[in-house]
C-alpha cells in the first residue's frame, strides 16, 4: 500500500483532533557526529494541547472518537499515578468535552500535600482522580485487579444513574488506540520520503505495547523494510509478543485490511529496564544527560531515557551499524523529571 492508501483506510474512523500533526522530524547533527550513524528524532514529545504531550495522544484521537460517537459522558482509565497516559487522557478528555476518571495504582507514593509531575496535571485538568494502594498482603497484581474492579463498580453505578461511560485500558492499548499509530508509521514513512532518507531502524520504548502494535502494523501496510527495535521498560513474560501481535491484527482487521503479522514482526529488547518499572538505571541516566548536553532535548527517566539507552548500546556494541540512518522515537514523557525522586535516581546528583 502507499501512505495515501493507508490515509484513506484511516480515514473512514472516527476520530478528534487533538494535536498539530505531523509531529517534527529533525536530523540530530551533533549527536550523529559522536555515535557514527546518522541520527533523526520524531517529536511525539510535541503533540496534545500543552506542553505536555507524548505518544498517548495519537491514540486517543481514535480512542476518543469511538467515545464521542457512542456519546459517551465519562471517560475512565488506568496507570500508575504518574502515568503519562493518564495525564494525557485527561488533557484530550478537556479538549473534547468529556470527563475524565483516573484510576492509578501508588507504584511510587505520591506525597498528596505535594502533588508532583503528572499527578498534579490531572489534578489540574480537574480529573476524578483514585489513588489505589497495595495493601498488606496483596500483591501488585491483586491490588491491580482490586483497582479494575473499583472502577467497573463506578461504571455500572453511573449506567444506571443515565450517565453513558467509556473505558479505555492502560496506555490505550486496544485495537482502535492502537490504530493511532498505523498513521503514526504513515506519517513518519511520508517525512522520510520527503528528506529522501531510507531508514534502517526506528527506535523507540515499549509498554503497554500499543505504540508498538501500531507501528508494526504501518510497516506491514506499507511493506517497509525498518527494524523496528522496541526497547522494553518493564517486565513482561512471555506472553507479551504474541499478544502484542494479535493487538496488531485486531487493529489491521478493524480498518479492513487484509495484512496481516506474525511474532517474527517484532523485535523487544528486555535489556535495558532492569531494576524495574519507574526504577532509574545508569544507561538511562547517561542517556538523558547526552540528549540534554549535545542536544538540549529532555527525554524522561521511565520511557525515553531508557529506549534511548538501548538505542546508544546498539550503535556502541555494532548491533546497529555505523554510517547506517537510525530514527528514534521520542514518545514524550519529560514530566516525570518533576516527579517524585525515586523515579529520579541519579538525575538528582
Ligand atoms: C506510554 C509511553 C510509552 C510506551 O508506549 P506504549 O504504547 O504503552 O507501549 C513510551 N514512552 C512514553 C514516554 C510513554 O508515556
Known sequence: MTVDEVRALLQQKDRIDLSFYPTPLQKLERLSESLGVNLYIKREDFS???????????????????????????????????????????????????????????????????????LLLDRIFGAEIHIIRQEDGETEAEANDRMFALARQQMEELKRNGHACYDIPKGGASPIGTTGFIGGFAELTQQL????????????????????????????LLNSDM???????????????????????????????QQRLTEEDFCVDPGYYLPGYEQPNEGGTEAIRMMAEQEGILLDPVYSGKGFAGLVDYVRTGKALQGSNVVFLHTGGATALFAEREILGDLLL
Open 227 to 257: 527494524k523496528i527495535i522496541s526497547i522494553d521498560v518493564t517486565c513482561h513474560d512471555e506472553s507479551y509478543v504474541p499478544a502484542k501481535t494479535a493487538l496488531g491484527n485486531e487493529a489491521l482487521a478493524w480498518l479492513g485490511a
Open 48 to 118: 496534545g494541547q500543552s506542553l505536555f504531550g507524548g505518544n498517548k495522544i495519537r491514540k486517543l484521537e481514535y480512542l476518543l472518537g469511538d467515545a464521542k460517537r457512542q456519546g459517551a459522558e465519562y471517560v475512565f482509565t488506568y496507570g500508575a499515578t504518574q502515568s503519562n497516559h493518564a495525564m494525557q487522557t485527561a488533557e484530550a478528555c478537556r479538549k473534547a468535552g468529556l470527563k475524565p476518571v483516573l484510576y492509578l495504582l501508588a507504584i511510587v507514593e505520591p506525597d498528596e500535600k505535594e502533588l508532583r509531575g503528572n
Open 193 to 220: 520520503t520527503q528528506q529522501e532518507i531510507h531508514a534502517d531502524y526506528l527506535f523507540h520504548a515499549t509498554g503497554t505495547g500499543g505504540t508498538m502494535a501500531g507501528l508494526v502494523a504501518g510497516r506491514r
